[in-house]
């Protein structure tokens, strides 16, 4: 078959008109090289003027198409769209809430052409850069988990906080107690506001072996210049590989660790991430594309198993970087979350695990689902564990029959 472009990039779009001049003048940036590529930008019926800056870039990314979806199909329906109108030999799936490093695509696409790599997966850092601060006390304090930085509000994020207690607008403080402080505005001078909420008397705030003294609850300033931003800012991993536990949840291998290069080393993976992950079209189509009920979250997962099925391996390219938000289209552990989250995990564990697995697992999100409506859950997060639950049982046929197919398929191959 002969194809337009050695690669079709694929981003789905729902309302995240804010994130794409980010995204596409990162990619207007990247370099001439002798992979060729088009974009696809699919647009789930956008409510916020997405379509309209995207077509802004039209004349500067010249091979730029815009596909209306009609309806929010999710990204899993979304990008199966796109790959129907995709050109390229190569398909690659971009999370629109990123930022791509100039030798990213050549180098996923050079990992992606090594033999028997199925899908090639970058490496996923946090958006922003940080600064490290620590806290000494001799017993505990507390402080406001919202800081000003250069006079903007920003609520730290519990993900990026070690050994403390984080509460409802306060985190409580130990003698070993640390948290990340993004770097909002880049490499400029900073201003960093923290509210003291109560204190020992003998409380430290540390940066980078810097200490500031915490005598009395109230503001305290910090102020970091441009040349020690530089000096003291660190590069926090979002994802160098994707991986299943042994409780079957996914999760993104070196999350939250500080990059100091523990993962430059390209290593063959157990499944991918959809944020940014390369795959030969045909490979795409023989495996079946994502799954549409999916709509998002474990869609990725669940394609990379198929992928292993087809005989090929999945493959990690360090060189190849992207800065991603996370959680962009949807926020972390709100009920939509959670909904598909739950789902998604039990049905992917019903087709690609025993049976004997997939009941066990069952049977403990059913006694979660009612130790929560019987708890202090919020109601939506209650009707949405409840809600994971009844789906799954719907689809617990279509799935089991699809999954026998598969095996009696498989025994029919090997008797050959």
């Known amino acids: 078959m002969n194809y337009r472009y050695d690669v079709s990039i ?34 789930n019926k956008s409510s916020d003027d997405s379509v309209k800056v ?59 052409k090594k033999e028997s790599v199925g899908i090639a997966s970058s490496k996923l850092l946090f958006f922003h850069d940080y600064v490290k601060i620590e806290t000494r006390t001799i017993d505990k304090f507390m402080m406001g988990s919202r800081l000003k930085i250069n006079g903007k509000d920003v609520d730290i994020d519990p993900k990026f906080c070690r050994n403390l207690l984080y509460e409802k607008n306060q985190m409580v403080c130990f003698g070993h107690s640390s ?56 590069t926090l991993i979002q994802n160098a590989g994707s991986g299943i536990d042994d409780n079957y949840n996914g999760y993104d291998i070196g999350f939250c660790e500080e990059d ?44 990379s198993y198929k992928v292993k099925e087809l005989g090929m391996d999945i493959y990690y390219v360090p060189t190849s970087i992207v800065r991603h938000i996370h959680t962009g289209s949807s926020k ?9 989250v739950f789902r998604n995990r039990l049905l992917f564990i019903l087709r690609h695990y025993p049976v004997r697995v997939f009941i066990k ?5 059913s006694f979660s689902v009612a130790r929560s409506i019987l708890g202090n859950d919020q109601r939506e997060v209650k009707k949405a564990k409840l809600r994971a639950l009844l789906a799954v049982v719907m689809k617990i046929p279509q799935y089991y029959v699809k999954k026998r197919k598969k095996i009696q398929l498989r025994r029919r191959m090997q008797d050959k």
Request: net charge negative; proline share 3%; with cysteine.
């Open 10 to 43: 694929i981003i789905v779009n729902y309302n995240g008109k804010k994130y794409l001049d980010t995204l596409f003048d990162s990619l207007g940036n990247l370099p001439k090289s002798p992979v060729s590529f088009e974009v696809v930008f699919v647009d």
């Open 54 to 112: 995207a077509e802004q870039y039209k004349d500067r990314i010249g091979n730029l198409k815009i596909v209306a979806s009609g309806d929010n199909r999710g990204f899993a329906g979304g990008n199966n769209l796109g790959a129907s109108h995709a050109e390229g030999e190569y398909l690659v799936f971009l999370n629109n809430d990123t930022r791509v490093d100039e030798n990213w695509l050549y180098e996923l696409y050079s990992g992606c």
């Open 179 to 234: 948290f990340y402080v993004p770097l909002i505005d880049g490499i400029v001078d900073y201003n960093i506001e923290i509210d003291i909420l109560n204190s020992t008397g003998v409380d430290k705030i540390v940066v980078e072996g810097n200490e500031k003294e915490v005598h009395n609850p109230g503001k305290i300033r910090i102020n970091i210049d441009r040349n020690s931003v530089v000096q003291y800012k660190k």
């Open 260 to 303: 100091s290069g523990q993962y430059d080393e390209p290593v063959k993976l157990n499944n991918a991430c959809g944020a940014s992950m390369m795959i030969r079209k045909s490979d795409f189509e023989r495996a079946g594309g994502f799954d549409e009920y999916f709509f998002m979250y474990y869609e990725d997962t669940d394609l």
């Open 332 to 340: 972390e552990w709100s009920p939509f979350f959670i909904y598909h």
């Open 361 to 365: 697992q069952f049977a403990k999100y």
